[in-house]
């Protein structure tokens, strides 16, 4: 298409955009408690299902087993001489229960949940009084210190939340890392009341949690829209995506974000001739009641479909809030910020800031090497968040910034349809449907892999910085400055290529900027490696090099010192490998291109 004709095509795309269609399907949507696995949540999937249908997608319905786990009752009392005070609280998905008669136990106080202050506060067979909402990674130290329970002092309100550190589901490796306490959290004034009774003198406390925890089979959902016509690409696929389970009637997380994908889907049904490669929507359950089961299934599943297929991945969670007036702090992978800030300065007039994607949100696909956009896209302003709450946003989300969160009825029974601006969430719908026209129609993909290589630049150095002579980083040092010559390159023959009309050129192109990614991103983003999924927790770029930072802290004569070096050696020959690999794929796409 000529750029006249692209700008015709996007302002009839931005005008199809309807708020009452939106709102319409949020409603729908929002009459269920979508517990993942249960008759109601079924309910909405088969909503969906009809009208994907009713646009012409060729969907697929899945089922699969994943262990799911959400609280239902919890009591707190304070025993102190004399008497009995009862306080309310609210326990957690995947806490484990009580016995019948409840657990009582001396009761410590921690201050925030740091390894320093469990220790101090010889937590071990006693139950901790923490400063702070709950967490997985948080829960585990708490764990490892020996404490009975916890009690967690959550600030202004209590938000839903899991404790299960395990990415999907658990594996012979990670099953004994399932929480194996009890927990429960206060509010912030409750939490001041037990703070008071302990200051009088030692206290004793009794809980009684009941929570939910077996294997169910869950839904999972996929549409296919492909191009109308025969073009080279059209084997590819966008893969759109959002979890359809919610909290309550979870009417913003994620009714809003299945609406965004009904929406897009509707409208992009009618342009079917404009796309040179497909999207494939993909509805997830297990995402709050099973930490991202129903994604990590199907990476496992159909990890070399996505693989040979999947051009980009693009989410899509929580969005149209009331008051969500912040679209600067979504996660991008650094190969796609510019391409997906410039869509929402477009629309929004904001740019994207630089941020790390975080370790949430259904972001399944980092082993198969897929470049990632977007998660939650709107937010509250930073000074509209409760402290508490925004402190763990910054933490999922990977840094501070002026964004503040989805708002304080996010994961509570106040998420109903009256939480939605149906401005904004037409406003949010928008941008994602021009990031997937524009990924669906680009001739050559929006990939920037020079941002990437900066990336890792830095981040080495700070890793040798750090490590010192104990690890010799320098393998990797060469190797990305090699990558940097072909990718630098290779972005030179794309720029003419991007509009030359070279339809078979273009393909080579893209299909190169693939295997890039394949190899890049694994490097960049897994500890593990392409095949399995981390855990739950933050992670910090080049994940498994990370370690190098703690040789200089060690002994070097010490066995601890010689496992995790040894570790480490294998570690960097696994980035250098990737490396190599992103290398030859730079050079041999390049090399197709100039014989082309």
Known sequence: MTSEQTANLESQLIDAVSADELMDSTRAIAQWVRLSGTEDEAKAFDWLETKLNGFGLDTHRYSHAALVSWPESASLELLPDGGVEAIPCATHAFATSTPTDGLEGELVAVGTATAENLAKANVRGKIALIDGIIAPNTNLLVEEAGAAAAIWIAGGRLHERGLDPIWGTPTPETAHLLPKTPSVSVKAGEGEQIKAALAKGPLRVRLHTVVYQDWRTLPLLTADLKPSGSTPEADLFVMFSGHVDSWYYGAMDNGTANATMIEVARIMAQHRDTMRRGIRFCFWSGHSHARYAGSAWYADNFWHDLYDHCVAHVNVDSVGGNGATILSQGNSMSEVREFVSDVIEQIAGQELAARRFGRAGDQSFWGPGIPAMLMSLSEQPAENADPLLLALHHQISGGAGVGGGLGSWWHTPEDTVDKIDPDFLKRDATIYVLILNRLTSM??????????????????????????????????????????????????????????????????????????????????????????????????????????????????????????????????????????????????????????
Not at 468 to 483: F, K, M, N, R, Y
Not at 536 to 558: E, H, M, R, Y
């Open 443 to 596: 001739p050559v993909l929006p990939f920037n892999y020079g941002a990437v290589i900066d990336d890792l630049s830095a981040v080495t150095r700070s890793i040798q910085e750090k490590a010192g002579e104990h690890l010799d980083l320098s393998p990797v040092t060469d190797q990305i400055a090699a990558l940097r010559s072909a990718v630098d390159a290779l972005d030179k023959e794309l720029g003419a290529l991007r509009t030359s009309g070279d339809s078979d050129g273009q393909t080579a192109a893209n299909r190169g900027l693939m295997r890039l990614g394949r190899n890049l991103i694994p490097v960049d983003y897994t500890n593990t490696g392409q095949f399995d999924h981390d855990l739950a927790v933050p992670t910090k770029p080049i994940p498994a090099l990370q370690g190098a930072a703690d040789l200089a802290s060690l002994d070097p004569k010490s066995p601890e010192y010689q496992y995790r070096r040894t570790r480490l050696i294998r570690e960097r020959n696994r980035v250098v490998f990737g490396l190599k690999e992103a290398t030859r794929a730079a050079n041999e796409t390049l090399a197709a291109l100039r014989h082309a």
